[in-house]
């Protein structure tokens, strides 16, 4: 539980990652995609929900499909701008799903909820479920079965996790691998000697957002010491955790409909993942010179990067105008805009050769 402005409560989902991948690839690979690495895990979700008089409870979600015109913030002749997938624009009706929900059938309902509203996240929780190893990752992640509307509330949860599962079986020791849709997966060479991603907690940026509560789930603990924390992984499990933080959005934004009278942090969770890949980045341009050359010339990691963040925008230009899926979410755009972190994206984008 934490406290801000108002209550809420943070329903933080067992992180997973394992330490577990490898290879090395660049480009594209797999059902498409770049190649090439970084190590690492423990993902995690962190959502939060307030309701109209303060009161909490976990998370939730939206959807639809669309045409949105690009968004400013991609560069619509490079990898970020050009990415496109295909969205559910509408919001086909749950009632008759709902009608007939029983706990007992939870998986199914699941099924059937992502497959009308955001078929890229039953995609990615089929996969899960199917190659997977540690058990049933619906079962896992969502909670209350009692009721129908409190499914609908726990699948942003679900499929975040159960991707942070599907890219966890999809990697290996040396390389990480990222499935961004059916036909996209990224497997790049992981980087055994990235810096901790805790290290950022140490820059200029930190203190402009001192109620970060996401820094205590990723960006925890000395990365000096013998113990294992979230904040220990390098970039690889950096960007594993906007890549889930994207698809979290995305599940929120296609079940829009149903969060009720909830505020959400949809966006808030994206939106400082992409904070934090600004900031890493910056770090390692200015500190950690043999990091940012292995990230910056690897074209697995330069597109991944990209391809992320033009994504993030837009599912976020989706929700840009929807004030319940957000909390601090124009705070936190703010803080992602600064022209000199913006540089750090123009950089990847001129190191891919866009003009
Ligand atoms: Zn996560």
Redesign the pocket.
């Known amino acids: 539980m934490r406290n801000t402005s108002s209550m809420w409560l943070v329903a933080v989902g067992l ?1 997973w990652c394992a330490a577990a991948c490898s290879p090395d690839t660049t480009g594209a690979t797999g059902v498409t995609g770049a190649t090439d690495a970084a190590p690492s895990d423990a ?3 962190a959502q939060v929900t307030t309701a109209p008089d303060g009161t909490t409870t976990a998370g939730t979600e939206t959807s639809a499909e669309t045409t949105v015109p690009p968004s400013t913030l991609v560069d619509p002749h490079c990898i970020d701008g050009l990415y496109d997938e295909a969205v559910q624009a509408d919001t086909p009706d749950l009632a008759a799903l709902e009608a007939s929900y029983t706990a007992a059938g939870v998986r199914t309902f699941v099924d059937q909820v992502l497959g009308l509203r955001y078929p890229l996240g039953q995609h990615l929780v089929q996969q899960a479920v199917a190659k997977a190893a540690g058990g049933n990752c619906i079962d896992m992640f969502v909670g209350d079965t009692s009721r129908a509307d409190r499914v609908l509330m726990s699948l942003s949860t679900i499929v ?2 159960c991707a ?1 599962m599907l890219d966890n079986a999809l990697s290996s020791f040396n390389k990480r691998t990222y499935r961004i849709r059916a036909d996209l997966d990224f497997q790049c060479t992981r980087q055994a000697d990235a810096p901790a991603r805790s290290l950022i907690n140490e820059d200029a940026y930190s203190a402009l957002k001192p109620d970060d509560s996401y820094k205590d789930v990723y960006l925890d603990g000395d990365p000096n010491d013998n113990t294992f924390d979230s904040g220990d992984q390098g970039y690889d499990m950096l960007l594993e ?1 906007a890549v ?1 933080y994207v698809n979290s959005l995305a599940t929120d934004w296609t079940l829009r409909d149903s969060h009720g009278p909830w505020t959400i942090t949809a966006k808030d969770g994206i939106l400082t993942l992409l904070w934090y890949l600004e900031r890493y980045l910056r770090m390692t341009r200015l500190e950690y010179p043999e990091t940012y050359a292995a990230l910056t010339s690897s074209t697995c990691w330069r597109q991944a990067t990209l391809t992320v963040w033009g994504r993030a925008w837009m599912y976020l230009d989706r929700a840009e105008d929807d004030r319940t899926l957000g909390i601090d979410d124009q705070e936190i755009r703010a803080l992602v805009l600064d022209p000199d972190l913006l540089g750090e994206i123009q950089r990847l984008r001129d190191a891919e050769g866009c003009d």
């Open positions: 992180g993902a995690d979700t975040h996790e942070h955790e889930q």
